[in-house]
């Protein structure tokens, strides 16, 4: 087997018996089990009309969502910060770079190891949370796997990020740097979000460009689109909601899409770099 | 002969071994000006050192001498600032080379959450061993370090002494050609260092050489052919161990059957003394001795016995970093 692929394995086999895995999926279960429950009050209310019902529960599920996108990308960000500054640390690293490997090798495979976890986690949360809001009030967003993809992606460019972060600094460094960096990234997409809505430039630009710098947020906007039905972002158009951070009119561009896999590129080049010019 | 300190500041010249007129392999280790700074920090200064192969080297040196350094710039885990070295005829950090070198570091962790019998299929499946072999490997490193009955359980549950056995256990795994140890011994009981000599003992029968990088003597006194000594990142001293403690011995004698100071005549042996019932000749050659005693037996003498006393490592040890 290919050492990447080695590495890989050994890294899901020991988040396995950390219960990191049991971990999430018994707290997710439980948010979800809550959510279920409010889903069927929302979308049975007789306090709404069908016609706010309709705008109601996409709008909620969104919220979810987004509680959910958080919890991954900071998921992503606690796995990837030890990974390799802890092993450095603890010596575990030492007896393993030691072997016929290249470094590219350990790195991509931890990187691989991680990130199927965290694919399995994102697919789990939609396929869970999907599935309880069609059966509570019938609704299913248009692109339920394009959503899954888009929350993914922006917990694996943390993920990345961290892991590159790991390569140089102390676990709780990188976690806390990944974490702000990330939390940064979002504020600056609600100001921006902020400046289209009262239509201020320089308010819109710092959200361009904090899209373009950490493209978290533009990701989590991708995810957002594919959550709600073309008639619900007509009607939030007609009520003017491009001011709130939790609505898109836009899918993500090619040009964008295309940034963003460079982005990925250039930070995940600039961890194998680093982590081959690191002396243990 | 000793090397004190000597230092070769030219390209890395192989030596190599002649064998009925054919070259053969390279030694196991050559280092020409081998350096490394940290900073203004000089952690290896210019180190010039050859292990040959199959024999067990002893590297020794004080806390904070550069040891740990100087292996880990051997495994390529550093690079050096200055100099150059072949491992095994192969440059430092030679991937294909690693293939051939077990290596136990001095502080390391295995996977806490893997058994001990995990984390040597793991370390089989790094070395690209055939899978039908992993099983008879793991079990076979198991067994030499004493850890057969311990192979399911999960290294958590492993004291510091299990770790280090579990370490040389993997170390030995795919029949290196050299085996670096680094402190194999610092967590060991008493049982353990003398499990650790006989797999060393075990290695060199096999053709094995063996980098042992120690700073308690008494260990490189039991197992090495050859040592250096290395103080401030510079090696002070290299050599076999009678190399190192010097030709010069003191010798101790019973003898009856003469009279007092019958010695007078054999000045040119050493010394000589008296210690209660023995007399003493201090500073005499090795190569001597028999001489020595043959002239006892021609002035009549008796010869109950005869004792050489090489001086301890530790003494010359000590001997050497305080010249400095």
Not at chain 1, 149 to 161: N, P, Q
Not at chain 1, 197 to 225: C, E, K, S
Request: glycine share 10%.
């Amino acid at each position: 087997m290919n050492p990447t692929f080695t590495i890989a394995a050994l890294t899901i086999k020991e988040s396995v018996r950390r219960r990191l895995l049991l971990a999430f999926v018994a707290i997710t279960a439980v948010i979800v089990g809550l959510s279920a429950w409010g889903f069927d009050r929302l979308a049975h209310s007789h306090r709404i009309t069908s016609g706010e019902n309709h705008v109601a529960i996409p709008d909620a599920l969104i919220l979810f969502m987004f509680m959910f996108s958080f919890v991954l990308a900071l998921s992503a960000s606690a796995i990837a910060s030890p990974a390799i500054s802890s092993e450095i640390e603890s010596g575990v690293l030492m007896t393993v770079v030691a072997r016929p490997v290249r470094r590219i090798e350990v790195l991509l495979g931890k990187w691989l190891g991680l990130a199927v976890l965290l694919a399995g986690y994102a697919a789990f949360v939609c396929a869970l949370e999907f599935v309880v809001v069609w059966w509570t009030s019938g609704f299913v967003p248009p692109s339920p796997v394009l959503v899954c993809v888009y929350l993914f992606a922006e917990g694996a460019l943390l993920l990345t990020l961290s892991l590159f972060l790991s390569t140089r600094l102390p676990a709780i460094a990188a976690g806390v740097i990944g974490i702000a960096v990330f939390g940064a990234g979002w504020l600056a997409g609600v100001v921006g979000t902020i400046g289209t809505g009262l239509n201020i430039a320089a308010l819109r630009t710092v959200g361009q460009v904090g899209r373009f710098l950490l493209p978290t947020d533009g990701l989590w906007h991708a995810a957002i689109f594919y959550l709600q039905s073309p008639s619900v972002i007509a009607e939030h158009i007609t009520e003017g909601g491009q001011g709130s951070p939790f609505y898109t009119d836009t899918a993500p561009s090619w040009a964008y899409l295309l940034w963003v896999a460079c982005w990925f590129l250039i930070v995940l080049v600039g961890a194998v770099a680093s982590f081959e010019r690191r002396e243990l | 002969m000793i090397d004190e300190g000597s230092v070769a500041h030219t390209a890395v010249d192989v030596p190599t071994h002649s064998v009925g007129g054919r070259a053969t392999q390279s030694p196991a280790i050559h280092t020409v000006g081998l350096s490394k700074r940290f900073g203004s920090t000089v952690a290896v200064n210019s180190l010039s050192m050859t292990v040959e192969r199959g024999e067990v080297f002893g590297f020794l040196g004080p806390n904070g001498a550069g040891k740990t350094t100087v292996v880990k710039l051997l495994l390529g885990l550093a690079r050096p600032t200055g100099g150059e070295a072949l491992v095994l005829g192969a440059p430092l950090g030679d991937r294909e080379t690693r293939r051939q070198i077990g290596y136990l570091p001095e502080l390391f962790r295995f996977q806490a959450l893997l058994t001990a019998r995990e984390v040597l299929r793991l370390h089989c499946r790094l070395l690209r061993l055939p899978r039908e072999e992993w099983e008879q490997a793991a079990r076979q490193a198991l067994e030499t370090v004493g850890l057969l009955d311990r192979g399911d359980d999960r290294v958590a549950t492993f004291s510091k002494g299990m770790q280090q056995r579990l370490g040389l256990g993997v170390a030995l795994l795919g029949t290196p050609t050299l085996v670096v140890l680094d402190e194999p011994t610092s967590a060991l009981d008493p049982v353990g260092r003398h499990d650790v000599r006989e797999i060393i003992r075990g290695l060199r029968e096999r053709g094995s050489t063996v980098f042992l990088n120690t700073h308690l003597l008494a260990e490189a006194e039991h197992v090495c052919d050859r040592v250096a000594v290395i103080d401030k990142g510079t090696a002070i001293a290299t050599g076999s161990l009678a190399e190192l403690l010097g030709r010069q011995t003191r010798l101790r004698l019973k003898v009856g059957g003469l009279g007092e100071d019958w010695w007078t005549g054999l000045g040119r042996f050493g010394r000589w003394g008296r210690e209660d019932e023995w007399i003493v000749v201090d500073g005499i050659d090795p190569s001597g001795i028999a001489d020595l005693v043959d002239q006892v037996v021609a002035l009549g003498g008796r010869v109950e016995a005869v004792i050489p006393e090489h001086e301890s490592l530790e003494a010359r040890f000590l001997e050497l970093l305080g010249r400095r």
